[in-house]
């Protein structure tokens, strides 16, 4: 067994845990926040019984209530809901490395963006995740966050969008998109294990003892698990970016991250309010405009045009290709990392070529990133012979002498 076999399996192992625990953890807050709101406030307070609720599911009536635990009495077993966080993050980071840290910098770094060596880029995404826990769990337990909060939220915001900036200006777009979401990812499951967990602890000791729980823990967790609500949704996106190259590939890549953010959170806003039945549909507009921006701005007007120039045969569009690409779209490639054809995708003949031509398009000519980190070595006046080829109808019957 070589060593890209045991890592595609890796790969494979670890991220299909790694959506299971995912999907487990993010169905759960999901389901809470909403069970919550749904709750029917019991009125006037019945004894400890604070609200309850009918549902059904799957064949037949759960009755669900939510209740104040009477002083010195610990019902068991408890269920906590906080291990679907730790095995996200168990499976996540390994992942990370996996894919990212043990490739030699091919979807971590690229030359076109910053010369920043593979194992500096190693070395800043590592402390990412360390230190923006380290800021962000600071800023909310400083006075900054206590009341309406607003100065911490926009501080918040302010160094979320710095840092989407600034990795977009140093990695590789899809190394910069999927740090981003491993740092709030990160946050995110620090907060139940540092934050929600030992406030839950806390209400247990307190039933126990027959004591009130502190308020201050129960509040901050409160406030860390509506945080952890509000970013699920950017960061699922972030998970699955590297499949949407027209959003990471793309020059302005930080910009369209930052409205997808904000896309993200709006609609999880509008999902929360409503639940609660506040009204807050109007956060649909800045929804809906983030999204038409994102259009627009991956839409082609963006992109120069092809230049002009003689007619490109077949033979010399293929000669590109094979100078460029097959080392790592072929059946047997020849490169160092890559021993499988990526995403199966071939250029070996005339056909496969013609049925790949607008992805080729796509990646090649409009975004720019493929070859992959521009490992080949692919020059600009290569691109311009694809562009052109492509433009004409990309032929595959032509000759040589047409060039
Ligand atoms: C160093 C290896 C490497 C080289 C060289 C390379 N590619 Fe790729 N290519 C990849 C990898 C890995 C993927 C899958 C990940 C992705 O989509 O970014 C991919 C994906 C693609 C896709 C998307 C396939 C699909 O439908 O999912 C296209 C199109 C593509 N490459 C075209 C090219 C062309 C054209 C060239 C040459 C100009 C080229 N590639 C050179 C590694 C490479």
Request: aromatic share 10%; glycine share 8%; with cysteine.
């Amino acid at each position: 067994m070589n060593d890209s076999l045991i890592l595609d399996w890796l790969n494979v192992g670890l991220r299909w845990v790694h959506l299971i625990a995912g999907i487990g953890w993010i169905g759960t807050s999901l389901y809470f926040m909403w069970l919550d709101a749904a709750l029917i406030r019991s009125d006037p307070p019945r004894s400890k019984v604070e609200g309850h609720a009918w549902l059904l599911h799957s064949g037949g009536f759960y009755l669900v209530e939510r209740r104040k635990l009477p002083p010195g009495q610990l019902p068991s077993p408890i269920h906590w809901f906080k291990w679907e966080a730790a095995m996200t993050w168990l499976t996540g980071f390994p992942l990370l490395v996996t894919v990212y840290y043990l490739t030699r910098g091919v979807y971590l770094v690229d030359p076109a963006v910053s010369s920043i060596t593979v194992a500096q880029a190693v070395a800043l995404g590592i402390g990412l995740l360390i230190v923006s826990w380290l800021v962000y769990d600071l800023l909310w337990s400083s006075p900054l966050a206590r009341g309406a909060s607003h100065a911490a939220t926009v501080l918040s915001w302010a160094l979320l969008f710095a840092v989407v900036y600034g990795l977009a200006h140093v990695l590789s777009g899809r190394g910069a998109y999927i740090h981003v979401g491993a740092m709030l990812g990160t946050i995110m499951v620090a907060n139940v294990w540092m934050r929600i967990v030992p406030a839950q602890r806390d209400l247990i000791a307190a039933a126990t003892a027959g004591r009130t729980p502190d308020d201050t823990l129960s509040a901050r967790a409160k406030q860390r698990s509506t945080h952890n609500s509000y970013v699920t949704f950017p960061v699922i996106f972030m998970m699955l970016s590297n499949h949407y190259p027209a959003t990471y590939g793309h020059p302005l890549n930080w910009l369209i991250l930052c409205l997808l953010i904000v896309v993200g959170v709006g609609v999880r806003h509008v999902m929360i309010a409503r639940e609660r039945g506040k009204p807050a549909d109007w956060w649909l507009v800045p929804v809906a405009a983030a999204v038409a921006f994102v259009v627009f701005l991956t839409s082609p007007v963006w992109f120069r045009g092809t230049p002009r120039g003689a007619r490109v045969g077949f033979t010399a569009a293929k000669e590109v290709i094979d100078r460029r690409c097959v080392s790592c779209h072929s059946q047997r490639p020849s490169d160092d990392i890559f021993r499988n054809a990526p995403n199966g995708v071939t250029f070996e003949t005339p056909e496969s070529i013609r049925a790949h031509a607008e992805t080729i398009r796509a990646r090649v000519v409009v975004l720019r990133n493929m070859p992959l980190g521009n490992k080949t070595g692919m020059t600009d006046a290569e691109r311009d012979i694809l562009a052109r080829w492509l433009d004409q109808g990309a032929p595959i019957d032509g000759s040589a002498s047409e060039r």
